[in-house]
T-cell receptor
Framework: GAVVSQHPSWVICKSGTSVKIECRSLDFQATTMFWYRQFPKQSLMLMATSNEGSKATYEQGVEKDKFLINHASLTLSTLTVTSAHPEDSSFYIC??????????????FGEGSRLTVL | AQSVTQLDSQVPVFEEAPVELRCNYSSSVSVYLFWYVQYPNQGLQLLLKYLSGSTLVKGINGFEAEFNKSQTSFHLRKPSVHISDTAEYFCAVTRPGGATNKLIFGTGTLLAVQP
């Protein structure tokens, strides 16, 4: 199946710094990527929908200035957590829909990135 | 809007026993339904999906699920579980007709297989 890769898989940073997480579709093109956040022992909460070449659409309650999303190409979307604080510590997962998948769109998920803010 | 309910947060079961993980959904329109598995510190892997057609869907690792429109359910089953099936299982729903449609997840069910 299609492969989605996230980098880094884990990162530890100091409070106040910014962290960038990359999401790449390795063997297919994705016009749309989704960013999810998962707290321990909880479900995935959709943060934003990232569309190639346009601004991301954020879910209610997600600060767009806090979580900057850039989808510069059909194979890369980035999530930047700006001025990170300990409460931003979480598991961030991206997913992408293959263009070839059509409207039935199976989503392919990355391995996730664990962010720990000290 | 669509929503998903997984009533069981945790299901303990002995190895080689059958298991059913429950999922109910709510939607005013037709839906696509999915089951995903998540192993610790990993992303999600698709187990199976229902788009249309036969209501009994077979997936990987011996899992199957049945779409029941009248009961708005999509329960996941396996006749005999293995230790390696221990993981978090998520039911998800989306609206047909667009690659940009959001996937809404349930809260997850931890399947804990004991020897």
């Amino acid at each position: 199946g299609a492969v989605v890769s996230q980098h880094p898989s884990w990162v530890i940073c100091k409070s106040g710094t910014s962290v960038k997480i990359e999401c790449r579709s390795l063997d297919f093109q994705a016009t749309t990527m989704f960013w999810y956040r998962q707290f321990p022992k909880q479900s995935l909460m959709l943060m934003a929908t990232s569309n190639e070449g346009s601004k991301a659409t954020y879910e209610q309650g997600v600060e767009k200035d806090k979580f900057l999303i850039n989808h510069a190409s059909l194979t890369l979307s980035t999530l930047t957590v700006t001025s990170a604080h300990p409460e931003d510590s979480s598991f961030y997962i991206c997913s992408a829909n293959s263009l070839a998948g059509g409207p039935n769109g199976e989503l392919f998920f990355g391995e996730g990135s664990r962010l720990t803010v000290l | 809007a669509q929503s998903v309910t997984q009533l069981d947060s945790q299901v303990p079961v002995f190895e080689e026993a059958p298991v059913e993980l429950r999922c109910n959904y709510s939607s005013s329109v037709s839906v696509y339904l999915f089951w995903y598995v998540q192993y610790p510190n990993q992303g999600l892997q698709l187990l199976l999906k229902y788009l249309s057609g036969s209501t009994l869907v077979k997936g990987i690792n011996g899992f199957e699920a049945e779409f029941n429109k009248s009961q708005t359910s999509f329960h996941l089953r396996k006749p005999s579980v293995h230790i390696s099936d221990t993981a978090e299982y998520f039911c998800a729903v989306t609206r047909p007709g667009g690659a940009t449609n959001k996937l809404i997840f349930g809260t997850g069910t931890l399947l804990a297989v004991q020897p």
